[in-house]
């Protein structure tokens, strides 16, 4: 496709539960972003990839989140052990140039909801 | 350390008539600025960015915003409204040598018939 794709677009978790949330950036886009958006606020970061490089995971809320993108393409969210606190709509956006314009092209997000 | 404040949660318009909405940053350096869009169900859309070549700049879809240093603004504005602009609207920054942008909490746009 020609954007940012995102699955699944739709997660319920047990509170527990571990999820993986998957983003397919656009073709060759060097740099990778995950971005967390809680209902009613705007997009806060989580980490930043550069290929496959994580140059900055300083966002994570916690150990429980995990993020990778083993060949500089294809990236996974991961959280572990579930919690109410992240429901929310998680953000992937990728870019051409490495990361220092802040011309983002988002995808349209995976809403998760922790019960 | 970088951060930006929209000052309406919601605006509310008439068709055919302007728009503006208003943000205010805060930043130690000179900041790079930006708006994004997002339209329900679509993926957050740049609309314009600042990056200290010129104070006015024109986006897509007939938007601009200026930048005023001695108000620390940067307010986006268009002449006249149409339906489809109804959106969320963030003000957004980004610091030097940072490569992650700060969001502002959003301006959600409602354009009357």
């Known amino acids: 496709g020609a954007g940012v794709s995102q699955s699944p677009r739709y997660k319920v978790a047990k509170r527990g539960q571990d999820v993986a949330l998957r983003c397919d950036p656009i073709s060759g886009h060097v740099s990778l972003f995950w971005y967390q958006q809680a209902l009613g606020q705007g997009p806060e970061f989580l980490t930043y990839?550069?290929?496959?490089?994580?140059?900055?995971k300083s966002g994570l809320p916690s150990d429980r989140f995990f993020a990778e993108r083993p060949e500089g393409s294809v990236s996974t969210l991961k959280i572990q052990r579930t919690q109410q606190e992240d429901s929310a709509v998680y953000l992937c956006?990728?870019?051409?140039?490495?990361?220092?314009?802040?011309?983002?092209?988002f995808g349209e997000g995976s809403r998760l909801t922790v019960l | 350390a970088q951060s930006v404040t929209q000052l309406d949660s919601h605006v509310s318009v008439s068709e055919g008539t302007p728009v503006l909405l208003r943000c205010n940053y805060s930043s130690s350096y000179s900041p790079s600025l930006f708006w994004y869009v997002q339209h329900p169900n679509k993926g957050l859309q740049l609309l314009l960015k600042?990056?200290?070549?010129?104070?006015l700049v024109k986006g897509i879809n007939g938007f601009e915003a200026e930048f005023k240093k001695s108000e620390t603004s940067f307010h986006l504005t268009k002449p006249s409204a149409h339906m489809s602009d109804a959106a969320e609207y963030f003000c957004?920054?980004?610091?030097?040598?940072?490569?992650?942008?700060?969001f502002g909490s959003g301006t959600r746009l409602q354009v009357q018939p």
């Open positions: 600042y990056t200290s070549a010129a104070t």
């Open positions: 990839f550069q290929n496959e490089a994580q140059l900055d």
């Open positions: 956006a990728s870019s051409r140039d490495r990361g220092n314009t802040g011309e983002l092209f």
């Open positions: 957004v920054v980004r610091g030097t040598g940072r490569r992650a942008l700060t």
